[in-house]
């Protein structure tokens, strides 16, 4: 396996792991705009390939055959390079996924508390399938309690999210990028 540690570090990709509501998308895109790199998003890059919101593949063919597209999608997006790569929460859930993108990029897992992620999560949990009932607060418990350690497993650099800006947490990973 390749490392992009070290001098290599600029061409690595940019991972962004985390759970829902933790912003990778949000912090993908700054950081890609500030950086003058691609950017990918891999719930946007599998609604554009098989031309369905995420929400009807959920619905019509299950959470199986999503995350079997989640990885066919890792496959196509691993081999860039110098490119920010926001992920879906669910990403860690495949110990495939995980190598394949640590071969060419730095994993950055942004964590938060609960409160974070369920405050984050509380306008636009409708657009998350696994979300999408009326106890929702506990199914996030579940869920992070379920992930949490494959997420620091997954990681290369934790950044913590709780009472940040976008910006802010945008700036930590440029700092670690830049050797700074
Ligand atoms: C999922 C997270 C979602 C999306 C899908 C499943 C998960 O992405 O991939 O609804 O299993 O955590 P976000 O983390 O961008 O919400």
Request: proline share 2%; aromatic share 8%.
């Amino acid at each position: 396996m390749m490392s992009y540690k070290g001098d290599l570090m600029n061409d690595a990709n940019i991972v962004l792991i985390g759970f829902m509501g933790t912003g990778k998308t949000t912090i993908g895109k700054i950081v890609s705009k500030r950086l003058d790199r691609r950017f990918i998003d891999t719930d946007r890059y599998i609604e554009e390939k098989y031309d369905m919101p995420i929400k009807d593949i959920f619905k019509y063919y299950g959470e199986d055959y999503f995350r079997e597209l989640e990885r066919r999608v890792v496959e196509d997006i691993s081999s860039y390079k110098k490119a920010v790569i926001s992920t879906g929460g669910g990403i860690i859930l495949q110990d495939c996924n995980i190598d394949k993108l640590k071969e060419k990029g730095i994993i950055f897992l942004l964590e938060g508390s609960i409160d974070t992620i369920q405050s984050n999560l509380q306008n636009s949990r409708h657009e998350r399938p696994l979300l999408n009932e009326v106890c929702w607060t506990s199914k996030v418990k579940v869920l992070l309690n379920e992930r949490n350690d494959r997420y620091k497993a997954s990681a290369d650099v934790i950044i913590n999210i709780d009472n940040k800006s976008p910006n802010e947490i945008s700036e930590e990973v440029i700092s670690y990028i830049s050797g700074k």
